[in-house]
């Protein structure tokens, strides 16, 4: 009996706590500005900067494991492949300034799932200074190119061991 009691005594409070109000807001019209039909003119170009590349030997690439937080550093020739977990990464050709061989270095990369049989994750030129223009988009792993690797500097003869130790 006590139960039904209680039962009346709560039905009134449950039937009040059931009202829904809905509240219509004012919302003004949005205003957008109208744009002239002439286009401002910027200017003629009046000069261009072309830097020569130099093809390097390979590049020097970093990986991250996303879950691990593993980071692997790698070196790969042009025209080779090599694998990172389940991904394959091939690289065309790695080039960079002709007077700079450590400025800006950029590699063209293929990037494919399971091994190189599944599909392809990425494909294109890598930026070394902007990794995040051209990036592989991918879960769990990272790659990116960190310089081209270049041919070690030929010792000039003058500079040579034997001379000048008098």
């Known amino acids: 009996m006590r139960r039904f009691a209680l039962t009346l005594a709560v039905l009134p409070m449950i039937a ?11 919302i003004a019209p949005l205003e957008f500005e109208t744009l002239s039909p002439t286009p401002e003119v910027l200017g003629d170009v009046s000069s261009e900067s072309v830097v020569a590349a130099t093809v390097a030997e390979g590049a020097m690439l970093r990986g991250l494991d996303k879950l691990t937080g593993e980071r692997v ?26 007077d700079n061989a450590t400025g800006e270095a950029y590699a063209y990369l293929t990037i ?23 990036a592989l988009d991918h ?15 030929v010792q000039d003869e003058s500079t040579s061991e034997g001379e000048g130790n008098d």
């Open 112 to 134: 494919m799932a399971e091994r190189g049989e599944g599909e392809m994750l990425f494909q294109g030129w890598m930026i070394a200074s902007s990794p995040a223009l051209m």
């Open 139 to 153: 879960a769990r792993y990272d790659v990116w190119l960190l310089r081209c690797k270049v041919a070690p500097q």
């Open 73 to 98: 550093d790698f070196e790969l020739a042009n025209g080779y492949s090599t694998f990172m977990g389940p991904l394959r990464v091939d690289m065309a050709q790695c080039r960079h300034p002709e």
């Open 16 to 26: 009040n706590a059931q009202d829904i109000v809905i509240e219509t807001l004012p």
